[in-house]
C-alpha cells in the first residue's frame, strides 16, 4: 500500500520511479585503440599509393620571356624534366649546343617548351627577314592563330573580270599576331601578321602580292603533305 502522507504531499510513490542506465563513456583503453585502428588505416592507404613518377628526359625551356628575334645565349635556356608524347619530343629540344647562337622565330614565355620549329637553325647566318601584313579574320582562319603558327600565303589576282589564284608564301612562321583590339598598323578590325621569309628571293613576289592582291591565309601547322 502506498504511504498515505507520501501520497499527500504529491511525492512520487516507489513504483513510479523509473531508474534509467546511466550511459557509459568509453574508457580510455578503448579511445586509443579506436585511435590506432584510425592511425593504421592511414598508414596502410598512404603505403600503397604508388610511388611519385620523376620523369627521366630533360628538354630545354625558357627561362625568361623571349622576344622573337633574340640570338639564344645558354643564360635564356633551363633544363626542366618532363614526360612528352612521341610526337612532341621529336620537336622539343634536349641539348643546349644546338640552339645557343640560333634567333627565334616566335616570342616564348618563361618556362615554354623550346620546340625546332619556333628557331632558326645555327649556321644560317643572318636572321631571316620579317614581313608584316594587315588581312581581315575572315580571310585568316577567322583569325584562330597563334605566334609559331605555320601557314601558306595565297592570293587572287583580277583581271578583266576573270581571276586566279597561287601560292605566294608556302610553310611561313608567324612570329607575332596582333588583334584589332591591339590597334593593329591596318585597318580597324583586321588583323596585322608578322612572318619569317627563310627566302629573301621570295620578298619582292610576296611584297608585291600584298599590295596589289587579294590575300588568303591558310593555317598548315601540323599538316602532313599530301604526295
Known amino acids: 500500500m502506498p504511504d498515505l502522507d507520501d ?51 630533360w628538354y630545354l625551356v625558357a627561362s625568361r620571356p623571349i622576344p622573337a628575334g633574340t640570338v ?8 626542366e624534366a618532363i614526360d612528352l608524347p612521341s610526337s612532341v619530343a621529336a620537336q622539343a629540344v634536349a641539348a643546349i649546343d644546338d640552339v645557343v647562337g640560333s634567333v627565334t622565330l616566335a616570342p ?24 608584316s601584313f594587315a588581312i581581315d579574320p575572315d580571310r585568316a582562319v577567322a583569325g584562330d592563330l597563334v605566334a609559331g603558327d605555320h601557314i601558306d600565303l595565297l592570293v587572287t589576282w583580277t583581271h578583266d573580270a576573270t581571276a586566279a589564284t597561287q601560292v605566294v608564301g608556302h610553310d611561313l612562321t608567324l612570329v607575332s599576331v596582333r588583334q584589332p583590339s591591339d590597334r593593329a598598323l591596318g585597318a580597324p578590325g583586321s588583323l596585322t601578321l608578322s612572318v619569317a621569309v627563310p627566302d629573301a628571293r621570295r620578298l619582292v613576289p610576296l611584297v608585291r602580292a600584298i599590295r596589289a592582291g587579294d590575300l588568303t591565309v591558310v593555317r598548315t601547322t601540323g599538316a602532313v603533305a599530301q604526295p
Open 72 to 79: 639564344l645565349r645558354a643564360a635564356d635556356l633551363a633544363r
Open 7 to 57: 501520497a499527500a504531499r504529491g511525492r512520487p510513490d516507489a513504483t513510479d520511479r523509473l531508474i534509467a542506465a546511466r550511459r557509459r563513456l568509453p574508457g580510455s583503453r578503448a579511445t586509443v585503440g579506436g585511435l590506432l585502428v584510425a592511425v593504421a588505416g592511414v598508414v596502410l592507404f598512404v603505403a600503397a599509393r604508388p610511388a611519385p613518377h620523376t620523369p627521366s628526359t
Open 108 to 131: 616564348l614565355a618563361r618556362h615554354q617548351l623550346l620546340a625546332r620549329g619556333v628557331v632558326a637553325p645555327t649556321g644560317r647566318g643572318t636572321p631571316q627577314p620579317v614581313l
